[in-house]
């Protein structure tokens, strides 16, 4: 889906600036992980409509 692997998880701030090769660095937040696993996170919040929490060491939950 569009922009999935460009937006933060943890504030949705969609930033060509915010991808750095492999990695999401987020300019509004300073949110970091990997590209692709910004994707999946963005990728299931989209389908299943529940909105994520980023842990402080970049887990991620799901919340209800």
């Given amino acids: 889906p569009k922009n999935t692997s460009r937006t933060c998880p943890s504030c ?4 060509k600036l915010s991808s750095v090769g ?12 990997d590209a692709d696993t910004v994707g999946a996170i963005n ?3 989209r389908t299943t409509q529940l909105p ?3 842990g402080s060491v970049g887990q991620t939950r ?3």
Avoid: F, P
């Fill in 62 to 64: 799901l919340v209800k």
């Fill in 22 to 33: 492999e990695h999401i660095d987020c300019v509004s937040c300073g949110y970091k992980d």
């Fill in 12 to 15: 949705s701030t969609v930033s």
């Fill in 52 to 54: 994520t929490s980023v």
């Fill in 43 to 45: 990728a299931l919040a």
